[in-house]
């Protein structure tokens, strides 16, 4: 997994770009572009699935969990994930390490049995889609968006 700052984004086109012609990669990249969960627009939130307990605090760990339930069409619409450094006031079901990935508005991934014990699904009747454009300054989490998804560089 790789993390860029938002002066690099541009960059990270360019190399996604030369990479995806030059050879296949088995790695998604991201970009940090906040602090709270990741938000398609502001006061709007995506479908989710969450991680509890997961005891990692580094987005690596977050990222690869993400990118290990990412399959079928949900692929297509996996926008980003954030991760919780610490504990999340007003909320009694987020602590520190919790991982949440986020997807446009109903297009969660289908899991196994196990996978359903491990994960949480959050899908609300009323949520949006679209490219990570805001995110909630909750203190404690951190919004990573999707650059390049391994999915798409290896079909």
Same mark, same amino acid.
């Given at each position: 997994m790789m993390f860029f700052s938002r002066n690099e984004t541009q960059v990270v086109s360019l190399v996604a770009m030369v990479l995806y012609i030059a050879s296949h990669v088995e790695?998604?990249?991201y970009e940090r572009v906040g602090d709270g969960l990741c938000q398609p627009a502001p006061d709007k939130e995506y479908s989710h699935i969450v991680k509890y307990g997961y005891g990692a605090d580094r987005a690596y760990d977050c990222s690869e969990a993400c990118d290990g339930v990412n399959?079928?069409?949900a692929r297509y619409h996996? !926008?980003?994930f954030s991760i919780v450094k610490g504990a999340l006031r007003g909320s009694p079901a987020l602590y520190k390490g919790n991982c949440l990935c986020f997807y446009?508005?109903?297009h969660l991934p289908e899991?196994?049995?196990e996978l359903e014990d491990v994960?949480? !699904?959050h899908d609300p009747e009323y949520c949006a889609e679209g490219q990570?454009?805001?995110w909630d300054g909750a203190a404690g989490v951190v919004c990573y968006?999707?650059?390049v998804e391994k999915s798409v560089l290896n079909p």
């Open positions: 790695a998604s990249m399959d079928g069409e996996y !926008r980003g446009d508005c109903h899991f196994s049995t994960w949480s !699904r990570v454009s805001a968006q999707v650059l």
